[in-house]
């Protein structure tokens, strides 16, 4: 089991921070010509130990109870980010590290309204990592109950990541929203790219408001 703040590599020293930091740069490069996401899907290298790092809630990323300040660098991390059973690790061709979530690992931050080529809407979010998201079926909204007894929404972005959605924008769709008989019960909820994502059921939401 590696030390907290760092991992170990079969055949080499790492450098934490430092060595991770190499260790995605080198992993960005097995995208297809530089571009998109790396493959992690089709990694699976030996479990190297945690590292204390940590996603908050709100999107900030910490290495060592401390804030990472580079937008770059928390790109980077992004980019190379899995989940299996329930815990998230970054992963690279020759290792794979644990890390701390403690909620889900992106936030979206910025909605578009958009038309789609069948003509209805197409909600498009962008994530604090700068990726953009179509809201549609194989990126869906789900609608959990918060503590506070309103509703929290989240959105697939891939794999087995989720994006919370921003409270700001979650009124957004609550304006754009709509009723609907779902299985014979009235539902409130919102369309996008030929789906209908239902928060809740009709007097729930109008009550949570």
């Keep these: 089991m590696a030390k907290q703040g760092q991992t170990s590599k079969p055949g080499r020293e790492n ?3 430092e060595g991770l930091t190499a260790a995605a740069t080198d992993a960005a490069k097995a995208s297809p010509a530089g571009r998109g996401l790396p493959p992690v899907h089709l990694w699976n290298p030996p479990f190297c130990g945690d590292l204390d790092m940590r996603i908050a809630g709100d999107g900030t990323w910490f290495y060592m109870g401390t804030p990472i300040g580079r937008p770059a660098l928390v790109r980077l991390f992004s980019t190379i980010l899995k989940r299996e059973d329930g815990k998230h690790f970054l992963v690279t061709p020759v290792e794979k590290v644990g890390i701390r979530v403690d909620d889900v690992p992106f936030l979206a931050v910025e909605m578009q309204n958009e038309q789609s080529e069948g003509g209805g809407r197409l909600l ?6 700068d990726d953009w998201v179509p ?4 990126h869906r909204l789900r609608f959990e109950m918060a503590a506070d007894g309103g509703l929290t929404p989240y959105l697939h972005v891939r794999s087995d990541l989720w ?4 409270r700001a924008l979650y009124y957004d769709l609550v304006d754009m929203g709509e009723e ?8 409130f909820g919102i369309e996008s790219g030929g789906e209908f994502f239902a928060m809740a059921d009709a007097k729930q939401v109008r009550d949570a408001l």
């Design 180 to 187: 609907r008989v779902v299985d014979g019960q009235p539902m």
């Design 163 to 166: 994006a919370k959605v921003t």
């Design 124 to 129: 498009r979010f962008r994530t604090n990592v």
């Design 15 to 17: 450098t934490g921070l």
């Design 135 to 138: 809201c549609d079926g194989e």
